[in-house]
């Protein structure tokens, strides 16, 4: 937007809805994980794809105390 309001440059607007798309997806995914990992006391089994898709964190490698 900053781009197209100060120069003209309409790349940012041409791609906003991809970008945007791929982000609500993204947090919808995590939305649906979530929910499930915290509500459902059945044992559960990640899949390969879902554990490829999860961002390493510096918070999940420091454990409890």
């Given at each position: 937007m900053r781009d197209f309001?100060?120069?003209?440059?309409?790349?940012?607007?041409?791609?906003?809805?991809?970008?945007?798309?791929?982000h609500t997806?993204?947090?919808?995914?995590?939305?649906?994980?979530?929910?499930?990992m915290l509500h459902d006391a059945r044992p559960r089994r990640l899949s390969a794809a879902q554990i490829a898709a999860?961002?390493?964190s510096t918070a999940s490698s420091i454990p409890f105390t």
């Amino acid at each position: 937007m900053r781009d197209f309001v100060q120069g003209g440059g309409k790349s940012g607007l041409e791609t906003y809805s991809a970008v945007c798309l791929r982000h609500t997806w993204n947090y919808r995914d995590f939305a649906v994980w979530i929910t499930e990992m915290l509500h459902d006391a059945r044992p559960r089994r990640l899949s390969a794809a879902q554990i490829a898709a999860t961002p390493p964190s510096t918070a999940s490698s420091i454990p409890f105390t």
